[in-house]
């Protein structure tokens, strides 16, 4: 180290030091960097706020206490064409979460499947997976969206000449799928008790039987019990109160279907879509995290005597988990984020909604659009959130 | 030392007002870049289609060619925008297109609350369902139930809401973008019922292989008068559009067509019709356009009723029949102010 570039700050402060000494220097380029971008961000929103002078218009949310006037096809609570906007909004919100909830939970079940299938031994079942992973992943999801929305439309019969498969209880049509709708008759409480009780048996069970095996290394048939507090205790329940919960079938009345669950076809198609696009992603990761467990582990794990399941389930799973679940919080990110195509098969989401008819019909693009934002950006922090307190709980610890 | 740079800095930045300036007139605009900038729709058959050549043809372009010719004399002096019901206000309010000329209906809140001005209707219109004749349907009270396909961003999204409301019916709406889109759905039986405006669907029906399998209700359920818009603010651009639009309302009253309005530019005897086709007075010059503005109109496509004829006429597969749209001396709406 020589003498010219040490200095033990006393000498005086010259202004070419903010550029020449070291010290100074990164204070120096970072604050002319927070200035050129506060000038940028202060240029835009003075930019928005002259073209909104100069187009007359102001900024308010009023209007999302106006009657929305529009009505909604898919609504999961109570939503009538007088309701206000922001419950309109509040019915996308909910359409938005359905569509992302049970897209994660299908995507992460059919892509650890194919990603597991994709490493098997059988050359016809690795090389059809991986025909499916370069298919799905390489197509952009608008265009699997609208591909499954066009079969469903155009394949399937419409609801006068839709077959009743399954003695009525599934009614495949050009416009959604009817299927039985639970019944909630007298006496439907208690069973719902019950079923919840025999779940929460089921875990206790699970639990004392993992204490036992460590303590005396039997294993119980852990599987087989649980199935039958699952079923037993509920059915028996069941008929003792008299059958209280029914299935309610959809009938054709006039023009369609009338009662029963209706699923519709754009929920399908969307559904399907991002299911299958985001479960070719999680796939290549899991695959991914499995490869990346050594070799060692598993020729370990069988001279142990465990067998290939075991070996799969306490040797190589846990490990590669700890590489999978990073990748896949994006890919939820990406899922939830894709479903605000929706609108291409009419699915009324959050951007269909108040990012879509609410914004056209009041002419607010600036409220609507900030708020569809807004609400983006909170659900996937959340995912996040929630995807990191499960990755530290599955993490390797360091102790 | 730090927190105090930084807020200097956010203060620095927050002073910084860089304004940008206010758009200039419309009209120089539009001659500075050497042709005008119109939206129309995405394509409804007589409407607003392309040609063979790939070029925008029908009765809304119509409207753009008209106000082409009188601000330039050329009535190819138009880039057209295909624009759905969702993104046609942004693009005319953001200064994408300079006027739209696309189905677009006049209503208060459109024009006081999204701040557009609407020149005078260019056809009465009225919104209407239309059904597969095999579902034995002969009124819209009996649609209870039925899946219908609508357009999302248009009045008819809000028609259908109240029609439905008022007469204790149920349906279930099928949300689409574009009237392709709407039309696809529609023949493959994913829906019931497509609903529109009844000129919409009459030029849709037009384009179906099978046009008489489908009827149109007889109940109209609103008033749509459709009519090409412009933005606030600018009233010497707003003036051009509408006088242009009751220049072709004129010259069909007053017998001008594209072919003779030369000719009756020289020898017409009526006031009106010189003052109108700029061989007497400066009535182009008070809003900055050239004396024979409105004989270039005239001759970019004819009269209104030439145009009607052309495109969406009972000649056309389209078919229309000018009912409203008539003259009101034929017992329509059609009404210009006077030239003078």
């Keep these: 180290m020589t003498a010219a570039t040490y200095s033990d700050g006393s000498e005086p402060f010259e202004f070419r030091m903010l550029f020449y000494d070291k010290r100074y220097r990164s204070i120096t380029l970072q604050i002319i960097t927070i200035v050129l971008f506060m000038l940028a961000v202060a240029w835009l929103v003075d930019n928005v706020v002259q073209n909104f002078r100069d187009l007359g218009k102001d900024f308010s949310f009023g209007f999302l206490f106006q009657p929305a006037s529009y009505d909604i096809n898919q609504t999961l609570i109570e939503y009538t064409s007088r309701s206000p906007h922001w419950k309109a909004a509040v019915v996308g ?145 069941f008929f003792l109160l008299g059958r209280p919960i029914g299935l309610e079938f959809a009938e054709l009345k006039g023009f369609n279907y009338q009662g029963g669950l209706y699923v519709r076809n754009s929920f399908m198609a969307l559904w399907l879509a991002l299911s299958l696009y985001t479960a070719a992603f999680i796939a290549e990761n899991v695959r991914a995290g499995i490869q990346a467990i050594s070799k060692g582990q598993t020729e370990a794990s069988y001279s142990l005597g465990l067998p290939p399941s075991r070996t799969m389930n306490l040797v190589i799973l ?59 950006l909170i659900v996937s922090l959340l995912i996040s959130g929630v995807m990191n307190v499960y990755n530290s709980a599955v993490a390797l610890k360091e102790r | 030392m730090k927190t105090k740079l930084l807020t200097m800095a956010l203060g620095a930045a927050a002073f910084a007002g860089v304004s940008t300036a206010a758009s200039a007139a419309t009209l120089d605009d539009v001659k500075a870049k050497g042709f005008l900038q119109c939206g129309v729709s995405t394509g409804v058959p007589g409407f607003a289609f392309t040609d063979d050549n790939g070029d925008w043809q029908g009765f809304d372009p119509a409207i753009c060619r008209a106000v082409a010719a009188a601000v330039f004399g050329d009535p190819t002096a138009v880039k057209f925008t295909p624009t759905t019901g969702k993104t046609r206000f942004t693009a005319l309010a953001s200064g994408e297109v300079d006027m739209l000329a696309r189905n677009t209906t006049e209503t208060f809140s459109r024009d006081v609350d999204l701040k557009f001005s609407f020149a005078p209707v260019n056809y009465y219109d009225g919104q209407g369902f239309m059904v597969r004749k095999d579902l034995g349907v002969d009124s819209a009270k009996s649609l209870d139930g039925a899946t219908i396909c609508i ?190």
């Design chain 2, 151 to 340: 357009q999302t961003g248009t009045t008819t999204e809000l028609n259908l809401a109240d029609y439905f409301r008022a007469n204790n019916m149920n349906y279930e709406p099928v949300p689409i973008e574009t009237n392709a889109e709407a039309q696809e759905k529609y023949l493959a039986n994913a829906c019931d019922v497509y609903t529109t405006d009844a000129s919409g669907l009459a030029a849709t029906r037009a384009a179906f292989e099978n046009a008489a399998d489908h009827v149109i209700l007889p109940e109209i359920i609103s008033k749509e008068p459709l009519a090409p818009l412009v933005r606030h603010g600018d009233d010497q651009w707003f003036d051009i559009v509408k006088w242009t639009v009751n220049a072709l309302i004129t010259a069909e009253e007053k017998g001008v067509t594209g072919a003779n309005a030369d000719d009756m530019a020289a020898n017409s005897n009526d006031p009106e019709v010189r003052r109108l086709l700029g061989s007497e007075g400066e009535l182009g010059a008070m809003f900055g356009l050239e004396a024979n503005w409105a004989l270039n109109a005239i001759k970019a496509g004819g009269n209104y009723g030439e145009i009607f004829a052309r495109y969406i006429g009972e000649e056309t597969p389209v078919g229309l029949a000018r009912g409203l749209n008539a003259l009101y001396t034929d017992g329509g709406l059609l009404y210009s102010a006077p030239f003078r």
């Design chain 1, 93 to 237: 919100i909910l359409n938005t979460l359905l569509i992302a909830f049970l897209g994660c939970i299908a995507a992460t079940i059919v892509g650890v499947l194919i990603g597991v299938a994709r490493l098997s031994q059988n050359w016809l079942v690795s090389r059809f997976m991986t025909v499916y992973i370069e298919g799905f992943r390489n197509v952009p999801v608008l265009l699997w969206i609208l591909l499954m929305s066009t079969i469903f439309a155009t394949a399937l019969p419409s609801p006068r000449q839709a077959p009743q498969l399954l003695g009525g209880a599934l009614v495949p049509t050009n416009r959604g799928f009817y299927l039985p709708a639970f019944e909630w008759g007298a006496g439907s409480l208690p069973l719902v008790i019950i079923f919840l009780l025999s779940i929460v048996a089921i875990i206790v069970f699970r639990r004392w039987a993992r204490t036992r095996q460590q303590e005396t290394g039997e294993i119980l048939p852990v599987f087989w019990i649980s199935l039958a507090l699952f079923f037993l205790p509920s059915l028996i329940a």
């Design chain 1, 318 to 376: 846990p490990q590669a988990l700890r590489i999978i679940i990073p990748p896949l919080i994006s890919q939820y990110l990406n899922l939830t984020k894709n479903s605000s195509l929706a609108i291409a098969v009419g699915y009324m989401d959050i951007t269909g909604t108040l990012g879509g008819i609410t914004l056209n019909q009041t002419g607010r693009e600036m409220e609507c659009l900030l708020l569809v934002m807004g609400f983006y």
